[in-house]
């Protein structure tokens, strides 16, 4: 994950840390994920809402 247009990540967000979070998480979700519960279209479309909004509800999801 790279940023490509300045200002896209929040300030104080580490890039590479995001990153490594980030694909770890998803590379690890072929070990819990199961076919018998939710399709993989809500797995990724889950998956998008979290990364690009947050899991808070405010919009200021900074944490201290």
Do not use: C, H, Y
Not at 36 to 44: F, K, Q
Request: net charge negative.
């Amino acid at each position: 994950m790279r940023s490509t247009t300045p200002g896209q990540l929040r300030p104080g967000v580490d890039e590479r840390l995001a990153r490594m979070l980030i694909l770890g998480s998803l590379n690890w979700s072929t070990e819990w994920w199961q076919p018998r519960g939710e399709s993989v279209d809500t797995l990724v479309q889950n998956a998008k809402r979290m990364l690009n909004g947050g899991f808070l509800k405010e919009v200021d999801n900074e944490v201290d």
